[in-house]
């Protein structure tokens, strides 16, 4: 067996079970390898250059002069820090190593070839947000790498509720989503939380948006070009007309001659086309509308369906997340929404 020099170096403090210790990772990987005995995934592009931002927290000390400790210095709202001599330093968007180097270059006029020790102690500027029907909703510190199974339990898992005696999960799964850097991912949460398929649990990133929409939540979205885009509470035999007319009606840029019904799931979307100048001519019936049904009016005319759906699924996943943070997030989602 060819011998792994920190297993040596290990067992030279740690006698007791290190034979065990050596056996496991040479069952897993043979050749080079670290302790952990796990082959390393390849990391995020955030992991890759991990920078620093406001809120995180640092311990610093020139090397060899503990005297010049200091432990959990913030980086403030400004995105700068200070350090000895080394004053309003901007850390923000810098690497450790890139922080490292300009204090160095700061307190080389104070002392000679100065070495500074620059350690995380908490890392508090990367975020993400979890919404909708789950037991904590909030913002979370992007602490650790984490996965959107990690990241639901962390909020404590998804809301249930009591249907016949038995606990159901109150998420519509087939109307969450989640938001990257104002795209949505590709990612089916219907097919990670009830098919198990762990392939969908992908890692999460910066600035995530995690929204699991409610299942119990009989509402339609009116969207697009009307007086007042939002949510319509449902009632007995709503239709296209009267929901419209509920929001304030057509705006004078509507197109009303295709006005656009999406029905289910968001990845498998079944739509429908409404012309309402028809309707209100009484040349034809009123479209009826079922629960969660979206409603958008374009300002354009279109011909495909797909001219206009991926913006129709932009405002209604723009209004879940403006609903859910009470604050406008513009612009969250500026492209391809709908997988084709």
């Known amino acids: 067996m060819r011998k792994n020099p920190a297993l040596i170096f290990v067992c030279l403090g740690l006698a007791t079970g290190c034979a065990w210790v050596a056996r496991a990772a040479d069952a897993v990987v043979p050749g080079p390898r670290s ?10 592009d955030w992991q890759q250059r991990l920078t620093l931002g406001p809120g995180d927290l640092l311990n610093l000390m020139l090397f060899d002069q503990p005297e010049t400790a200091r432990t959990e210095v913030p980086i403030g709202p400004d995105g ?7 004053r309003q330093i901007v850390a923000a968007g810098l690497t450790i ?9 700061a307190l080389s006029n104070y002392y000679q070839n100065p070495r500074t020790i620059v350690t995380p102690a908490a890392y508090n500027s990367k975020k993400y947000y979890v919404l909708g029907a789950v037991v904590n909703k ?7 790498p984490l996965t959107i199974i990690e990241a639901v339990a962390r909020a404590g898992g998804l809301e249930t509720g009591l249907y016949e005696q038995r606990s159901v999960e109150l998420a519509d799964l087939s ?4 938001v990257r850097n104002g795209d949505r991912l590709a990612v089916d949460l219907e097919r990670l939380f009830q098919r198990g398929d762990l392939a969908q649990n992908v890692p999460l990133a910066p600035g995530d948006y995690l929204y699991f929409a409610s299942a119990t939540a009989n509402e339609i979205y009116v969207l697009g070009e009307v007086a007042r885009p939002g949510i319509v509470a449902y009632a007995p035999k709503p239709t296209v007309i009267s ?4 929001r304030g009606g057509f705006t004078r840029k509507s197109f009303r001659s295709k006005v656009l019904v999406v029905r289910g799931s968001l990845s498998t ?21 079922q629960p969660r049904d979206i409603v958008y009016v374009s300002e354009n005319p279109w011909v495909k369906v797909g001219d206009v759906l991926d913006i129709a699924a932009r405002a209604f996943m723009q209004s879940f997340v403006v609903t859910a943070t009470t604050r406008k997030v513009e612009p969250l989602i500026n492209d391809s929404i709908i997988d084709r």
């Open 35 to 44: 302790l952990s005995g796990v082959a390393q995934a390849k990391r995020a």
């Open 80 to 86: 700068r820090i200070t350090f000895l001599q080394a």
């Open 97 to 105: 190593d890139e922080l490292r180097a300009k204090l160095d270059e």
């Open 138 to 144: 909030g913002v979370y510190n992007l602490d650790r």
């Open 175 to 178: 109307r969450s989503f989640i």
């Open 243 to 246: 929901v419209i007319s509920s």
């Open 269 to 289: 979307p079944e739509t429908f086309m409404v012309n309402t100048s028809d309707i209100l001519a009484g040349k034809s019936q009123d479209f009826k509308l």
